[in-house]
């Protein structure tokens, strides 16, 4: 159960119930396990973002390690040794965050959705955040809550990019655009000067882009480049999580020649791939598409890019034979249909011998690693990093190789 340890006595409301399985809440400890510690945030009770830091630290590792090792065993790879090979990061490492708003006695505050309800818990600190947006949010909260459209915003997404931090402004799905876009780009601005923000956007509740302030345009050093964030990028949740994935990734698939990155994001590898080798970036995200483009031709680089959708366009296995290596880094959803293509490949006249994947849902990564074991692959190497601090969520990065 949730913020609970072994050795807990607790009352528990029961909130879901099926044929096969009971879902609980704590309403009291009656008495605490032997391993419970006190929660470092005093939003811990009531906020959902964190689950686990009731847990001692030999505890918390212990739980994060099994979660790698029961991953690699449904995936039929028993003896890897991941589970060893668990990078911890510090609490105060992540680069991006989304928060709600409440109103509380007539003030505005930063909100995270309460621990299994809709309720909003405000909050003045996040102490999983880089010192960084830590350091800024008391100031966002104080310029947000004097937006004229205050009321109609959804979210509030902060971003700590190298050259600064972004806010993205999200609208409720009732709310109607502003009428008088002019003032709008005029509060936007104000918000962004007094922060001293390098953007902040306002989109609709698609996602779709309604008005932007801009201080210079949120860039990420990749590799050798500085790469431009487009307006609801992907990146991954933790610089120094970036910088070891990008150290495995170029490591594994060393020697290679021929490159494809699937699901490549802002092109976190394809930018240091291609300093070695050919590389080809694909992704469904048009805006992240263009940018790694037109980074790749001002900077000359051996990348060339496409829009695809690998759910429902997978690269099929005849067209994945012009590649020596295959670097794959799906959402949660995994990529079933893609890595079902390449264990197809395996079996081809011209078949990639070195696959690299990475995933922040073991449970998907399991599913899928398990389709390249049956397909005749073998795990070369393996590691994990915790860069979700807190949560029950890992990122596991694992090289499968032939013979």
Sequence with gaps: MPKSVVGDVLRVRIIHETAEFKRGEIIEIVEAGASRVAAPCPYFAACGGCSLQQMSEIDYREF??????????????????????????????????????????????????????????????????????????????????????????????????????????????????????????????????????????????????IEVAENGYPTMRLGKVDVHLPQDAFLQATREAARLLTKFVKHETRGSKHIIDLFCGIGTYSAALCEDATVHAVDDHEQMVMNLRNTARTGNMRLTTEKRNLFTNPFSAYELGKFDAVVLNPPRAGAKAQVEQIAANANSKSPVKNIVMISCNPATFARDAKILKNAGFILKNAIAIDQFVYSPHIEIAAHFGRL
């Design 64 to 209: 994060k390690s099994k979660i790698v090792q029961n991953a690699m065993k449904q995936a039929g790879f028993e003896d890897s040794d991941a589970s060893k090979k668990v990078s911890f990061l510090p609490a105060a490492s992540r680069r991006r965050t989304e928060f709600k708003l409440v109103k509380e006695n007539s003030k505005w505050s930063l909100a995270y959705i309460g621990n299994r309800s809709h309720d909003k818990v405000a909050i003045s600190n996040c102490l999983i955040l880089e010192p960084e947006l830590q350091a800024i949010l008391p100031i966002i909260t104080g310029l947000i809550g004097g937006l004229s459209f205050v009321r109609d915003i959804e979210s509030v997404r902060l971003t700590s990019a190298d050259s600064g931090v972004e806010v993205s402004l999200t609208l409720t799905r009732t709310a109607k655009p502003p009428a008088n876009l002019n003032a709008v780009k005029i509060e936007l601005q104000q918000l962004a000067d007094a922060a001293k923000l390098v953007r902040v956007s306002l989109a609709d509740n698609r996602s779709i882009p």
